[in-house]
């Protein structure tokens, strides 16, 4: 059923990195969202979390004709290739880390994000990987949230080298 389609890619991408390549038919609007580019209204955390591990598009589309009885919905196979090998500034990241704050800041997804990561992210940290505070997270590529998660742990080290 497509409603397990994405969190079972996304265990995937995370846990079996043997899996070099998915290839899968899904709802059309959730293959737009794995695939989807930065200020693209599909984009969204699981865009994040599919181009942090390789590359996604959607190679082909599955009208609902096809299908006996008819479904209510389009389908699209969408194909993500892991990077191979995997970018150095990108496998220098802890997922662990990376993706909470993507879903953090993806779950107030119409507020700045100033709003949704205050208490998690300061103003100097946000100045300091180059991210506005006022963009929002659809507005962030994958290399953004990347720096913005360096900035918050350049500035925790600083606290433990102070204390």
């Known amino acids: 059923p497509y409603n397990v389609a994405t969190p079972l890619v996304c265990d995937l991408l995370d846990g079996v990195p043997q899996v070099q390549r998915i290839l899968v038919m899904v709802q059309r609007e959730v ?15 699981v865009s994040v979390k599919a181009a942090y591990w390789g590359t996604a598009r959607v190679v082909g589309l599955v009208p609902a004709s096809v299908f006996v009885p008819r479904p209510n919905v389009e389908s699209a196979l969408v194909e993500i290739t892991r990077h191979d090998p995997m970018p150095e500034h990108l496998a220098a990241v802890d997922p662990e880390q990376l993706f909470p704050l993507v879903k953090t800041a993806f779950g107030q997804r ?24 006022t963009s929002r997270p659809e507005e962030l590529s994958v290399d953004d949230w990347v720096r913005l998660l360096a900035a918050t742990h350049r500035a925790t080290d600083e606290d433990m ?3």
């Open 31 to 45: 293959a737009e969202r794995f695939a989807a580019s930065p200020r693209s209204s599909a984009y969204g955390a």
């Open 110 to 133: 119409r507020k700045m994000l100033r709003k949704s990561l205050s208490g998690v992210v300061t103003a100097e940290e946000f100045a300091s990987a180059s991210v506005l505070g």
């Open 161 to 163: 080298l102070d204390g």
